[in-house]
């Protein structure tokens, strides 16, 4: 425990701190902040020293927990060595005060709301990409993987699993091997998000890794208080801050690995470093400010967005503003940073960056002529302006700003429609976002925020207004996600959700100054009135995600499921196109719980190529297992699959909706069988095969395995499959013991045709209790089947009915009928 503080304390808060009071760049400016501003940016320049120092060694293939450590340790010995002992502020420093309560309740809030985290380790989607790049980092030292069991892959076999066939495909969903034959694997994702997660592995394995999130979550609430505080005041500051940490987006997306939430607090981290340097005049924030939203750009590609905004943003000031003197301590760090972060995503990242750069590169010549013509243009008038009419630019760019984004506001709220190649949910965009996750009333006030703030500050903090400006422009007229929640809701985290609160607080509560009495604490009052029902909302809003946890208890079922293999086994995992979800369990086994795995291309893989693949990999490996569910064909004559153990797992999940805040959690369920393989033949007798026991090679289309009335069973689909490998030709009838399952009145009597290799051999009706019906297997059909190597198909058409036709019923399978047994004599 007292080894993971102090390595804490070296990662989190000591570099920083050595950074931040070096005797240079007029460290009396940087002493006279407040207190907790103070330790923000000891935290805030550890972390973003840290993570450098992370991605630099991993960039190297040199990482490990130990050595950065040691980096950060020599870091701040090299800070006592160079200010020679004078890192204290000897008096100049400005004492704490009672507004140091606002941050540790903020904190309070976070620690309350963030925790617990998801347990989402599992593949599919991106939280778990997340959580195995950054264990991947932690444990190989390297952002990219030597996947030894891809390279091991003969060429012959190469189609039969993912990622093996071709250069830039995926092995497992969210990892891209960028070269096959040497097992070079790439995360999708940029390696900010996985960075971190790296060093909460060190700290505490697996549960540090996860907890990383609520980690980045805490750090965006303190960002958005302390940039807010200085342009807006404490308590509009705060009183946003505590509205985020309420809200139901920044709970779920700080218990959920992602990185939007990254940029959240890198950005206006960043934003308040870019004021403190060009509104403050303090020069040690420029190259800070370059250096933390230059990082982001290992987070998100739309922090490239951020960096012109704030590059754009140099000059405008030198442009509007008369006498005052060009700065370059921000562009010459940020010119730095931003070739070392496109040469990072047009290099290793291209996969992730591939999209925007298409788009990019494709951009028509006009289009780009006319875009240049319009920025000389403007840049022109507003030099013209400078000198001409020294306060003009000043005065009319918040008007036009302010006034644009009101208007364009008003626009997409009440007026824009889905029309031509403008989809449904780009048109309802902010609609979307302002009737779900904000509140009408927080649109109004927080436009009037904006031009409030535009009239009286712009110039305090353009930078902020500018950047808000510029996200929700480029993010609500074109959402670039699928239109599901909270899916959706990332595209709002990182600056539009808690620069509309800013807004909003800002021109309820006014800026709270001095003495208020009489008329004067009418408006304050009001507000924190207005504020407290927005309050209300949002808590009722996200009661249900509260005592949630996503995905909660699967880490033990993984970790079960690993401790059946040994690291000289290979693990064959079902396809990703296959019909379930057992797929996901591959990528936890492969990046965290270090095994040999592969995926199927197909659920019906060529089986001579298989039978070859596998006689090579019973001499490379000590044993092969098969990981599944009904719907992979892999058996034959030659292959043998013993069955080792099954397991049945329900978890929770969220739901998914597009028209409404989800509400309910449902019981995502993993039914899967695990089976030895080996080169044989099966045991000579009758066929028969336990239907919901261990049958997960032998079934094709079927439902998941259920019991009814003490039987195990599956309920069919309107065509399933069963496979029957070993037949000698002599058999003549094939046995199902069958229900209908009770259907009701109304629904289409049950009634199964059969077909043996594609020839229909007998059809019934099913009675609604368990019964078995014979059919006869023609000689012919029988002896055909007894000469090929792949196993006799039997297939089940059945009349199909839903549940979900009956009031209240929520199951919406389409099902045949339960099956209990299938014998061939």
Partial sequence: MIATVVAFVLVAYLPGAALYRLPWW???????????????????????????????????????????????????????????????????????????????????????????????????????????????????????????????????????????????????????????????????????????????????????????????????????????????????????????????????????PNSDIVLQAGLFAALLAFARAHQDDDRFFGPVAAWMIGLQLFSRMEALLAVVVMTGTVPLLWLATSGDRFRFRFLVPMAACAAVGLYYLTGLMQAYFWLANVYLTNLPPPNVAAGVAVGVALTALLGWARRRHPGAARRWIPIVVSGGMVALATYAYLFRQQAGKLAQADADSLRTFVDVYVWWPMLIAALAGLVLTA????????????????????????????????WLARRFLAIILPGTLLLAAAAVLGPLTGRLRGLALLRPLSGALFLALVAQHYVVAAAPIVPHVEYRNIIPYVEHLASRFTSRDLVIVESRNSESDVHVLALPLAYIYAKSVLSLNSPKPDLVTFRVFLEDALQRYERVFFVGTGGTALLSRTIVATSVDSDRVQIDEFEVTRDRLPQLVHAKEFDYGVYQLTIGRPTSGPFTLDVGLRDDLHVVRFHAKEQSDGRTIRWTQDASEVAVPGLDGQERTVAFVMSGGGRPATATPARVRILFNGVPIGETAVLPDFQSYSFPIPAELAAAAALVDAPATLRIESTIWSPSDSPGARDTRELGVMVDSVTVR
């Avoid at 009286?456 to 699928?482: E, G, M």
Wanted: aromatic share 14%.
């Fill in 26 to 256: 007029h460290r009396d400016r940087r002493a006279a902040l407040d207190a907790e501003e103070r330790v923000f940016w000891h935290v805030s320049l550890s972390i973003t020293w840290s993570l450098s120092v992370v991605l630099a060694l991993a960039a190297l293939e040199r990482y490990r927990f130990e050595l950065l450590l040691m980096i950060n340790a020599g870091i701040v010995a090299a800070s006592l060595l160079a200010a020679r002992r004078r890192l204290t502020y000897a008096g100049q420093a400005s004492r704490p005060s009672w507004t140091v309560v606002m941050p540790i309740c903020l904190i309070v809030l976070g620690l309350w709301r963030f925790w617990p985290v998801s347990e989402y380790i599992i593949g599919g989607k991106d939280p778990g990409a997340y959580i195995s790049e950054g264990i991947q980092i932690a444990q190989r030292g390297t952002l990219v993987i030597k996947d030894e069991t891809l390279a091991a892959i003969p060429a012959f076999a190469r189609d039969l699993f993912s990622g093996a066939e071709y250069r830039d495909s995926q092995n497992f969903m969210g990892f891209v091997a960028q070269d096959p034959l040497s097992g070079r694997v790439v995360g999708q994702f940029p390696h900010l998000f996985p960075a971190s997660i790296a060093i909460g592995y060190g700290l505490d394995g697996v549960s540090g890794a996860r907890e990383t999130v609520a980690v980045w979550g805490l750090l965006g609430l303190l960002a958005v208080y302390f940039a807010g505080a200085r342009l807006f005041g404490r308590w509009p500051a705060f009183a946003a801050a505590t509205l985020l940490g309420l809200h139901v987006v920044q709970i779920w997306y700080s218990r959920y």
């Fill in 455 to 486: 009239r009286r500050h712009f110039w305090r903090d353009p930078a902020f207004i500018l950047t808000l400006s510029a996200f929700s422009i480029f993010l609500f007229y074109k959402l670039h996600v699928v239109p599901e929640h909270f």
